[in-house]
């Protein structure tokens, strides 16, 4: 099987290099730089949606698709934030980390810290710790 690629202008994406031809000037950089940092950020929600429904429609035989490229550990991470924060609670601006901070909360409670996440510019350790102090305020106001 061959390995698999991309090409973005001057450069060629593979799974664990790039190679570019000749000597891309700086103005052709940004687009492809853009593209890798997107995909970084986005591929945590395509794994996890992907996995997600496959498993839907195909049930536990779906697990050999990904063979051991993923450890059971991620593949079930992965799954299980994009399962419980549905996408239209998702904030591309924040981090995968910040949205499975919140992923136990409610949707309103999603969206609600979500965007006092993004509006305050909290990471996602800020995010867990506020998260953290949310669920420890319900726990005390019902005792």
Avoid at 40 to 65: C, H, K, T
Wanted: proline content about 7%; overall charge positive; glycine content about 8%.
């Amino acid at each position: 099987m061959a390995e698999p690629q991309i090409h973005l202008g001057p450069f060629e994406f593979r799974p664990a290099s790039i190679r570019m031809q000749g000597r891309p000037d700086i103005g052709q950089w940004r687009g492809p730089l853009q593209f890798a940092l997107w995909c970084q950020r986005a591929s945590p929600w395509w794994i996890g949606d992907m996995i997600n429904a496959g498993e839907d429609l195909f049930g536990e035989e779906f697990a050999a698709v990904w063979g051991e490229t993923l450890s059971t550990e991620m593949v079930s991470r992965y799954a299980s934030v994009a399962r419980r924060v549905p996408p239209q609670n998702r904030r591309p601006r924040l981090s995968w980390s910040a949205h499975a901070a919140v992923a136990r909360l409610s949707h309103p409670e999603q969206r609600q810290m979500l965007a006092l996440a993004e509006r305050e510019g909290w990471n996602s350790d800020d995010l867990q710790k506020k998260v953290r102090e949310l669920i420890a305020g319900r726990r005390g106001a019902s005792t």
